[in-house]
C-alpha cells in the first residue's frame, strides 16, 4: 500500500507529528470514526496501519490519520461508495508514480506517454465527477418538484406552514 500525505489528498495538513503512533480506538476517536469503519477499511485494502505494537494492536502514524480524514471526507462528505474511494486513492498513487517517472526522464516522447496517461486518467475522473453531479442534480431538481406540488396543495388548501415560502437551500 502506497502512503499519501495529508498534503497529497486534502490540500493541507493537521500539524500533528508524523512519528505519533495511536491505537485504533484512539485513532477513530481523533477521527470520528468507529474502530469498526477503521477495520472495515483496511479489510476493504483502503488502509494499512504502519506498524503493529509488540502485542498485535494496530498503530496508526499522522499519514494513517490524514489519510483516514480524506476517506471519511469522500464517503460522509461526497458520498462516494468505497470503489468511488479506492479509484481516487489509486488515482492519487498512479500519479505520484507518474510524476517520478516524467522526473526520471529527459526523453520528450517518454514524457509525452507519461503526461497522455495522466491526461486520461484525469479524463476519466472528470467523467465519473461529472456523472455524479449530474445524478445529484437530478435529485435536487426532482425534490424542487415535490416541493412545489407540495406549495401547491398547501395553497388550495388555503394556507401555508411556516417555511413554506422561504427559498430553497442553494437558491
Known sequence: MTRTTAMDMSGDSAGTPAEIQLRIHETAELVGL?????????????????????????????????????????????????????????????????REAFDATDDPAERRRILGGRLSSIDEQLAGLRGKLARLEAM????????????????????????????????
Open 34 to 98: 468507529t474502530p469498526r469503519s477503521i477495520r472495515y477499511y483496511e479489510e476493504m485494502g483502503l488502509l494499512s496501519p504502519s506498524a503493529r505494537s509488540q502485542g498485535a494492536y494496530r498503530l496508526f502514524d499522522q499519514l494513517d490519520v490524514d489519510r483516514l480524514r480524506f476517506i471519511k471526507g469522500l464517503r460522509d462528505d461526497a458520498g462516494f461508495s468505497i470503489a468511488e474511494v479506492r479509484q481516487l486513492l489509486e488515482d492519487e498513487a498512479a500519479r505520484r508514480l507518474a
Open 140 to 171: 435536487v431538481a426532482d425534490l424542487e418538484v415535490r416541493r412545489l406540488h407540495v406549495l401547491k396543495h398547501l395553497a388550495e388548501l388555503g394556507g401555508a406552514t411556516a417555511g413554506a415560502d422561504r427559498p430553497t437551500a442553494g437558491r
